[in-house]
Nanobody, 127 residues
């Protein structure tokens, strides 16, 4: 059974950092792309990054240069390092996956691209 479970959320001050983790089970990262999304209250789910099996990663403009996605195939885990956090980064953060080698170059940021989702972890950035 394919599962992804996020952890690492919490409360952080503006300018601070957090590292989110996504533990994968029931599949390996050799044949699944991993994406990070977030959803703030009253807003649509926003695609933040997608990492292909070759390590290539797409980033949304809103987080490029501040967030870094990485993976550890040995641990079957993926991480999202978030630096220079802003109050507008406050949201529930999700990892998602689907069985394919490469992120879609034209639609990686669309939630419909991913079959499996975690339950989310909440990040709150105070000003």
């Amino acid at each position: 059974q394919v599962q992804v479970v996020e952890s690492g959320g919490g409360l952080v001050q503006s300018g601070g950092s957090l590292r989110l983790s996504c533990a994968a089970s029931g599949f390996t990262l050799d044949y699944h792309v991993i994406a990070w999304f977030r959803q703030a209250p009253g807003k649509k789910r926003e695609g933040l990054s997608c990492t292909s099996t070759d390590g290539n990663t797409y980033y949304a403009d809103s987080v490029k240069g501040r967030f870094t996605a990485s993976g550890d195939n040995a641990k079957n885990a993926v991480y999202l390092q978030m630096n220079s956090l802003k109050p507008e980064d406050t949201a529930v953060y999700y990892c998602a996956t689907t069985p394919t080698y490469y992120c879609s170059g034209w639609g990686w940021y669309a939630p419909s691209e991913y079959n499996y989702w975690g339950q989310g972890t909440r990040v709150t950035v105070s000003s």
